[in-house]
């Protein structure tokens, strides 16, 4: 157990439906990151949150929003949602506000499937 | 184009043997870390390297920053089948998010 908590862990839906992916970071962990992965992609940054403000964004599409709650926890939301868009949905989460040193820890992620 | 070009892709080789793993790019980072993900769960950090010419020892895992701080490379001696798994590197240009290599699927043969 990372100490990241992702849910669902699994997660299949319509195209056109949309979704909403939950984030518990680490305990004393402030800054909240989303990745998506493909295969043919990779690991992409999708946008990134600290103590509750938006800090950083990554190739997010105008589809996807997130937000980071006062508790901390953090939320994904996909909407119109896509074929393409079914992939692994990382959170990892970091004490500070840059990775330096002290590196992400990631949850086991969420499997988007899109039918 | 990715920032980050990890090789190889894939590599599968027998237990007792050693092997490299590299990560390259073009642009130069502030430190450069490495994950191991194995199947249905997130990365794992192993390492972070921070000071050009660094090298990092984790029992059988040597990693090394280059001096330039524009490439790593990951050596294993005697791999074993626990070392099967998702390599990635990944760096940080001072940008507050890591950018990820595609990543070495490393296979070790019983």
């Known amino acids: 157990d990372s100490g990241v908590t992702q849910t669902p862990k699994h997660l299949i839906t319509a195209t056109g439906q949309r979704v909403t992916l939950r984030c518990s970071p680490r305990?004393?962990?402030?800054?909240v990151y989303w990745y998506q992965q493909s295969l043919d992609q990779g690991l992409q940054f999708l946008i990134q949150y600290y103590n509750g403000e938006e800090r950083a964004k990554g190739n997010i599409l105008e589809r996807f929003s997130a937000q980071q709650f006062p508790d901390l926890h953090s939320e994904l939301n996909l909407s119109s949602l896509e074929l393409g868009d079914s992939a692994l949905y990382f959170c990892?989460?970091?004490?500070?506000?840059?990775?330096?040193?002290?590196?992400?820890?990631f949850g086991s992620g969420t499997r988007l499937t899109v039918v | 184009t990715q920032l980050l070009e990890q090789s190889p892709q894939f590599l599968s080789i027998q237990e007792g043997e050693n092997l490299t793993v590299y990560c390259n790019s073009s642009?130069?980072?502030?430190?450069l870390q490495w994950y191991r993900q194995e199947p249905g769960e997130g990365p794992v950090l192993l390492v972070t390297?921070?000071?050009?010419?660094e090298v990092k020892k984790l029992k059988r895992l040597t990693f090394q920053f280059g001096d330039a701080r524009k490439d790593s490379s990951l050596h294993i001696t005697a791999a074993q089948p626990g070392d099967t798994g998702l390599y990635l590197c990944?760096?940080?240009?001072?940008?507050?998010?890591?950018?990820f290599g595609q990543g070495t699927r490393l296979t070790i043969n019983p």
């Open positions: 390297v921070v000071t050009g010419g």
């Open positions: 642009s130069v980072f502030s430190s």
């Open positions: 990944a760096g940080d240009q001072g940008a507050q998010k890591l950018v």
């Open positions: 305990s004393g962990d402030l800054s």
């Open positions: 990892a989460s970091s004490v500070g506000w840059t990775a330096l040193s002290y590196g992400y820890t």
